[in-house]
């Protein structure tokens, strides 16, 4: 049985991601992007960072941002992980000789082969909903009939992703991971214990249906 990886994106306090660690996550969202709310600052992103348990992986998320500023968080915080939310071609994915993962927003015209084959040497494409306004955790799902099966780069499937739903997803996309932010908080940038038990519970189920 293949287990489904999890990633719970958003976390603003070193507490809940260490219980979202207890409970069997494999990584831990930080988000570096000042226009959203569940923004941290570097010193709070480390004192997280620094708080999980190995094998446990710290994601730094980044919109769109200065090569200076990634700089900057990647001397300060222990990030295993890179992930690129907004326009970022791949060279500027790549720059940093790090791991990355790739989100691609499905707007009307995305061609996930196409951008499989642009991003070819990332870790995954995480695939999340287009919104007008928002760049990522709005809370909404998209058609998953639209994620073709044979993507030759693994699968993180974000967007509107919570209890109710994951099993489902899983076992319609067969991802390699899931990720999700809203589904698990009580308000923005605070995580629910009980919804991310629910929530990894339900991953469970979808992997063995
Ligand atoms: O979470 C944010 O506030 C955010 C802001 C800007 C860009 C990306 C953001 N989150 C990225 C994630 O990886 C979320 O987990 C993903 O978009 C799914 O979010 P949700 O639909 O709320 O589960």
Known sequence: M???????????????????????????????????PRHVSVERAREIAS?????VTAVGLFVDAQPKVIEQVLAQVPLGLLQFH??????????????????IRMAADVDLEREAARYHDSCGLLVDTWHPVAAGGTGERFDWA???????????????????????????????????????ESAKGIKDPARMAAFIREVRHGDST
Do not use: M
């Open 146 to 184: 639209r994620i073709p099966g044979d993507l030759p780069l693994p699968v993180i499937l974000a967007g509107g992703l919570a209890p109710d739903n994951v099993a489902a997803a899983i076992r319609q996309v067969r991802p390699w991971a899931v990720d999700v932010s809203s589904g698990v």
């Open 2 to 36: 293949t287990r489904t990886r999890v990633k719970i994106c958003g976390f603003t306090r070193p507490d809940d991601a260490v219980a979202a660690a207890r409970l069997g996550v494999d990584a831990v969202g930080l988000v570096f992007h000042p226009q959203s």
């Open 51 to 55: 708080a999980l348990p190995a094998f």
């Open 86 to 103: 907004g326009h970022e071609p791949p060279e500027a994915c790549r720059r940093y000789g790090r791991p990355y993962i790739k989100a």
